[in-house]
Nanobody, 127 residues
Framework: QLQLVESGGGLVQPGGSLRLSCAAS????????IGWFRQAPGKEREGVSA????????YYADSVKGRFTISRDNAKSTVYLQMNTLRPEDTAVYYC????????????????????WGQGTQVTVSS
């Protein structure tokens, strides 16, 4: 069974950092583009970041640009989301998703682009 598993969430104070991991079970991520999404209570799921498989291009929402960094380690079949200078408005459940599409430039924010989803990990930014 193909699964994605997120980890690394937790409670952090404003200004702090967390690193989320997205690992694959039953397949390897080296053929997949990966997106990170988040969903806060009462809000729609929004795209946070993505990394393509074609050329390694990365994409970020304006709200996280300069603070979050997406990267991948194909040897470990894991994608990371390094989150720095966290703010209370970053509080949400964070999901990773995988797609076989090779180019994500105009579609990385669209949830239906992705074929597989993880169960999510909670990130809470609060003092």
């Amino acid at each position: 069974q193909l699964q994605l598993v997120e980890s690394g969430g937790g409670l952090v104070q404003p200004g702090g950092s967390l690193r989320l991991s997205c690992a694959a079970s039953g397949f390897t991520l080296d053929r997949y583009g990966i997106g990170w999404f988040r969903q806060a209570p009462g809000k729609e799921r929004e795209g946070v970041s993505a990394i393509s498989i074609s050329d390694g291009s990365t994409y970020y929402a304006d709200s996280v640009k300069g603070r979050f960094t997406i990267s991948r380690d194909n040897a470990k079949s894991t994608v990371y989301l390094q989150m720095n200078t966290l703010r209370p408005e970053d509080t949400a459940v964070y999901y990773c998703a995988a797609t076989l599409r090779t180019r994500l430039l105009f579609i990385w924010r669209v949830p239906t682009t992705y074929d597989y989803w993880g169960q999510g990990t909670q990130v809470t930014v609060s003092s």
